[in-house]
């Protein structure tokens, strides 16, 4: 059985379920699981690559919001970064968050903090992924946590497998490679402890 969400507001809610379209809407758990592993780590410093619609973008942003940090939300779609900034003011959020028009390896080699969280659902082919994977890695402390969305989809699938070789101490796969049933993480979610 799946347990209930729990949204802080009613506002909040109207915003995380209108951002619950398209893909986002056969996982509504994963801006939850996100929201539950920035918290539990503590994180004050969260980089989200890739907003789409807004849901974990929205989670995310309350977890900065709490921590009394800021979640820097990067995408290069103007659209998509538009409707996530409606979202976040409805919500409350916007305060807590820094949205970044552009490419996302660019934008991790002009920041200047380590972030201690960095969610990484944007470019799903196999060299996208790993051109943003190996920046993000620079700008993540040491200790930090690196999730990775849709470890299910084949290319990315490819990917996690390349991690798992290369960092076998710290790659934790939940939903792992190839299909599963839907469920709460259903595309996958790929756990990185960074260690450098």
Request: net charge negative; charged share 20%; hydrophobic share 40%.
């Amino acid at each position: 059985m799946i347990p209930e969400l729990n949204y802080p507001s009613n506002h909040f809610k109207q915003a995380a379920e209108e951002a619950l379209t398209g893909f986002s809407a056969t996982e509504p758990w994963m801006g939850q699981a996100l929201y539950a592993l920035a918290r539990a780590t503590e994180s004050r410093h969260i980089c989200a690559v890739g907003v789409y619609l807004g849901h974990t973008t929205i989670w995310l942003a309350l977890a900065a919001q709490q921590t009394g940090g800021v979640l820097v939300a990067i995408d290069h779609n103007a659209d998509y970064l538009d409707k996530t900034r409606a979202r976040l003011e409805a919500a409350g959020l916007l305060g807590s968050v820094e949205l970044v028009q552009g490419d996302a390896v660019a934008a991790f080699q002009q920041r200047k903090e380590r972030f201690d969280f960095t969610y990484l659902d944007a470019d799903h082919s196999y060299d996208g992924l790993e051109r943003i994977f190996r920046a993000a890695w620079l700008r993540t402390r040491d200790k930090g946590l690196m999730c990775l969305h849709d470890t299910n989809y084949s290319p990315v699938c490819a990917e996690s497998e390349w991690l798992a070789l290369h960092f076998p101490h710290a790659v934790r796969l939940l939903g792992g490679c190839g299909p599963t049933p839907h469920g709460p993480i259903s595309r996958g979610l790929g756990l990185i402890q960074v260690v450098k």
